[in-house]
């Protein structure tokens, strides 16, 4: 099996929220790079990638750089296709940023057509662990929205039947600690105390505030508190870790496998987050999965749920799969939720098709 051409395609997705219908940023739309990786045999295996931001175009030609190097090579060799990707360019431009970015489109193409080839969905190949895994509500619950917002669109959530959510903390303006903790208090009494509730902070408090709002939050019991204080501060993550006892989730930001270490050796999080475009893929995501279990922590997923669900379900530490609705449009169909989890495919591969009057109608 040979690999013979590939399509990069550029399209905008409007930034709405699916999930409660709570106000879509002022008509912004979100820049994603789809990829199609074409195979000898028929098979075609996708791959997405994004947060090139102002720089779409310069990681869409990246993604077609890289792909490029993958033409007449045998897709079922993965590590053989990386190493030579990392060899050829990774080296010179890499590790991280925009070469990562790209690399992981081509990574998740590469495993979409094993799966195909081998008629098994993604799951399975990677370790099959369970075939329904835990999600939580994410994106709806935003740090701008008033209490009353943010009230009224956590019971929209439990309506739909979700059990786990994800709200945040550093409010907008010059907030005191109350007035977080007051918010923290207006979610939890919207949903209940059986609805597991995570935070996310976004890298935007100092590692001594998140040690003194995060100790006054703690008989809200949060599921965990996400990126507490900037990502790379592993010695400031730990400290935090060590103070709380609400756990400690972090990891989103970090590009390719070696960070990880750093952050699982010093004992940052207690929970750690694998984003699997900054990774490098399913390869990269697995292998940090690996490490993980390894030092006793459980993994999670970040964005992209159609996708990711195959990861954490195929791992024995997989937590919970982030539904986090951002690119659903893309596809003709993504799993379903059921009972508050999510119900893993049988389709080869990924399970997804891409659904092309949507391609067509948000191509850039
Ligand atoms: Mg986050």
């Not at 590939?6 to 219908?21: K, S």
């Not at 947060?51 to 779409?56: M, R, S």
């Not at 310069?58 to 030579?84: F, M, Q, W």
């Not at 190949?125 to 939580?136: K, M």
Request: hydrophobic share 45%; proline share 5%.
């Amino acid at each position: 099996m040979k690999i013979t051409g590939y399509e990069a395609t550029i399209v905008n997705l409007p930034e709405d929220d699916p999930l409660a219908n709570t106000e879509a940023r002022g008509g912004a739309l979100r820049p994603v790079v789809i990829l199609r990786l074409r195979t000898d045999s028929g098979v075609e295996g996708i791959g997405v990638t994004f947060y090139g931001a102002a720089l779409t175009g310069s990681l869409h030609l990246a993604v077609e750089g890289l792909a490029a190097l993958t033409v007449g090579e045998d897709p079922l060799r993965i590590e053989n296709i990386l190493a030579k990707l990392h060899g050829g360019v990774g080296d010179s431009c890499g590790p991280g940023g925009i070469f990562m970015l790209a690399l992981s489109a081509i990574d998740i193409a590469l495993w979409d057509i094993k799966g195909k080839a081998l008629d098994q969905p993604l799951w399975k190949l990677l370790g099959g662990h369970r075939d329904r895994v835990a999600t939580y509500a994410s994106g709806s619950l935003r740090r701008n929205l008033t209490d009353d917002q943010a009230q009224r669109a956590a019971q929209i959530l439990v309506q739909k039947g979700f059990r786990e959510m994800k709200t945040q903390m550093a409010l907008p303006g010059d907030p005191t600690p109350a007035d977080e903790i007051r918010r923290m208090r207006v979610v939890r009494e919207a949903i209940g105390p059986d609805i597991k509730l995570m935070c996310d902070i976004n890298q935007r408090w100092r590692p001594e505030q998140a040690i003194d709002i995060g100790s006054r939050v703690e008989d809200i019991g949060l599921f965990w508190l996400e990126d507490v204080t900037t990502a790379d501060d592993y010695q400031g993550l730990a400290r935090v870790t060590a103070a709380l006892k609400t756990p400690v989730a972090g990891g989103e930001y970090l590009y390719g496998i070696a960070p990880f270490r750093q952050m699982i050796e010093a004992r940052s999080v207690d929970i750690v987050m694998i984003d699997i475009a900054r990774v490098g893929g399913v390869t990269s995501w697995m292998k940090v999965a690996g490490m993980a279990e390894a030092f006793n922590l459980p993994v999670v997923s970040h964005v992209m749920p159609e996708i990711l669900v195959h990861v954490v379900a195929a791992c024995p530490n997989g937590l919970t799969v982030e539904y986090m609705p951002w690119m659903l449009k893309l596809y003709e169909e993504t799993p379903a939720i059921e009972d508050g989890e999510i119900v893993l495919p049988d389709k080869p591969g990924l399970g997804l098709k891409f659904d092309e009057k949507a391609v067509a109608a948000f191509k850039a």
